[in-house]
């Protein structure tokens, strides 16, 4: 609009009655929602004469003040609860209490000082894109499985953000429960039908977590204890390589790293459990595993595949070539 704030409040002070403490209560409070960030806002403002207290402007400050602050939407306990707590514990007060359980030593002697005023939700995040806005983004070439992904719109809509999964329809439908079921079955169903196999589970598991949950159903699968050693190609992801030797020592298992393609499998005998390969590999590369897995296989051990579950869009399913288990981060999927 080409009309200025200054001649909307000069207008409003022609319809504001101007006697009654009342009206300047009213009036300072219009003021205020134009001016919300000016504690005296009628002093940059040629209205008709007049002086608003600043007793009126702060009455309009709390009226008119942001209602996402943290303070107001947390549901803290109400005083009564705290004096309950507080008499039951045997406390006069809430500093009595923190005084007697949290060491001195680690206590702050001062309040937290704040440097900014409370900020609402909307504001909050306003500040901190801007902050984030300072960051320069440069392209990774760390590789090892952290890749950039990027979701199309019509699944971040329809899949990601449906309020479909947790909006109940019914008063008394507990529907979140329902969704995350009905969204586990989704995950499930994809992750089966990427990898060929006929089971899948929904864990929230990174993909080194899942290498030592693959390392313990092989060991417990096997029917002989000393069926302990389990091969690692030397080219699967260095992070989940670690993560799989320190999962193997509380299970008193033996890791082999090396490499699938001269690795002489048959020098661990009926010792092998299994092994592990990457599809692709930490360098990129897409091998061919259905001769490794007739070897494993032939000396009583389980293939295990970490894949790319994005590449398998592509690529042949790894329970097609032999493999008995997949892993993966489904991080490549956003």
């Known amino acids: 609009s080409t009309v200025s704030k200054t001649q909307v409040l000069a207008k409003l002070g022609q319809f504001l009655p101007r006697s009654s403490s009342s009206s300047s209560v009213i009036r300072g409070a219009m003021l205020h929602t134009l001016k919300p960030r000016q504690t005296n806002a009628a002093a940059t403002v040629h209205a008709p004469a007049e002086t608003v207290s600043v007793e009126s402007n702060d009455i309009a400050a709390q009226a008119y003040a942001p209602l996402d602050t943290f303070l107001r939407r947390h549901n803290g306990p109400r005083d009564s609860d705290v004096d309950a707590m507080l008499q039951a514990l045997g406390f006069a007060s809430l500093d009595e209490m923190v005084a007697a359980t949290v060491p001195a030593s680690i206590r702050l002697t001062s309040p937290l000082e704040i440097s900014d005023s409370e900020y609402a939700e909307k504001e909050l995040l306003a500040k901190l894109k801007a902050i984030a806005q300072k960051n320069q983004v440069y392209r990774s070439f760390i590789g090892t499985g952290y890749t950039d992904v990027v979701v199309p719109p019509v699944i971040l809509r329809n899949i990601l953000e449906n309020p479909g999964w947790y909006t109940q329809y019914t008063p008394y439908q507990p529907e979140i429960s329902q969704g995350r079921l009905e969204s586990l079955l989704n995950f499930q169903t994809v992750v089966t039908d990427l990898t060929g196999l006929p089971a899948a589970n929904a864990s929230l598991l990174d993909e080194g977590s899942a290498a030592g949950e693959a390392l313990v159903v092989c060991l417990n699968s096997a029917r002989k204890k000393s069926r302990n050693a389990?091969?690692?190609?030397?080219n699967c992801h260095?992070?989940?390589?670690?993560?799989?030797?320190?999962?193997?020592?509380?299970?008193?298992?033996?890791?082999?790293?090396?490499?699938?393609?001269?690795?002489?499998?048959?020098?661990?005998g009926d010792r092998l459990a299994g092994a592990l390969v990457s599809y692709p590999d930490t360098y990129g590369n897409v091998n061919d595993f259905r001769a490794l897995a007739d070897t494993v296989h032939g000396l009583g051990g389980q293939l295990v595949v970490a894949a790319d579950l994005m590449s398998l869009a592509v690529l042949q399913p790894p329970g097609e070539f032999g493999a008995d288990i997949a892993i993966g981060n489904t991080q490549r999927f956003g």
């Open 230 to 234: 389990f091969f690692a190609d030397q």
């Open 238 to 268: 260095p992070q989940t390589l670690a993560v799989l030797q320190t999962r193997a020592e509380g299970f008193g298992a033996e890791i082999v790293v090396g490499d699938y393609k001269t690795f002489d499998f048959g020098s661990l």
